[in-house]
């Protein structure tokens, strides 16, 4: 199975700053690799897309890159409703692997 | 608009099979390749499987044994059945559409199933 590892697994930060959330991947995976965005109780929801497709409705301020292994999440001027947990996915390989999930929270 | 609604039971005992139903609306089920994810409590999200429309299917290595998935065309859903279950098995169960390039862009709201006696 393809390993993913996302650093930190929590993040403080404050309104109006701008965080970056990383994902590693054991082996090459291309661009297959997408983001999601979870608030307690809530399903995920779908931020990016092969690593840098804005899903339909979501912010501009959300931005995705990164290929191969090594892969960026960027929220550009944090708002009240970006506090949430946010985890990577793979799926250039089955099984699907997913990371473990970044916990951002407010400062 | 298509969206997902998972149902089934809330409490499934030990050694039990576990059955869930994964309703879609707004979209032919039969146009489009499905997904199982779980998410335990406090943890991250775990892939189960996934239903191509074709009616083949690919597994987690780690549930394989246990998992069984179907589809019913004519109600528009499809279903999910994990046998063996214990303790380690409860979770929120999601059912999601695989879009383009195979992520899971639409999703259910998740049902929580707890394995207790």
């Known amino acids: 199975d393809i390993q993913m590892t996302q650093s930190p697994s929590s993040l403080s930060a404050s309104v109006g700053d701008r965080v970056t959330i990383t994902c590693r991947a054991s082996?090459?995976?291309?661009?297959?690799l997408h983001w999601y965005q979870q608030k307690p109780g809530r399903a995920p929801k779908l931020l990016i897309y092969?690593?840098?497709s804005l899903q339909s409705g979501v912010p501009s301020r959300f931005s995705g890159s990164g290929s191969g292994t090594d892969f960026t999440l960027t929220i550009y001027s944090l708002q009240p409703e970006d506090f949430a947990t946010y985890y990577c996915?793979?799926?250039?390989?089955?099984?699907?692997?997913f990371g473990q999930g970044t916990k951002l929270e407010i400062k | 608009q298509m969206q997902l609604q998972e149902s089934g039971p809330g409490l499934v005992k030990p050694s039990e099979t576990l059955s869930l139903t994964c309703t879609v609306s707004?979209?032919?089920?039969?146009?489009?390749?499905w997904s199982w994810i779980r998410q335990p409590p406090g943890k991250g999200l775990e892939w189960i499987g996934l239903?191509?429309?074709?009616?083949?299917?690919n597994y987690n290595p780690s549930l394989k044994s246990r998992l069984t998935t179907s589809v019913d065309t004519s109600k528009n859903q499809f279903s999910l059945r994990l046998s063996s279950v214990t303790a380690a098995d409860t979770a929120v169960y999601y059912c999601?559409?695989?879009?383009?390039?195979?992520?899971?862009?639409?999703w259910g709201q998740g049902t929580t199933v707890t394995v207790s006696s």
């Open positions: 999601a559409r695989r879009g383009p390039s195979s992520v899971a862009d639409v």
């Open positions: 707004g979209a032919s089920i039969s146009t489009h390749s």
């Open positions: 239903l191509f429309f074709s009616g083949s299917t």
């Open positions: 082996q090459s995976i291309g661009t297959y």
């Open positions: 092969t690593a840098s």
């Open positions: 996915h793979q799926t250039y390989n089955i099984p699907d692997t």
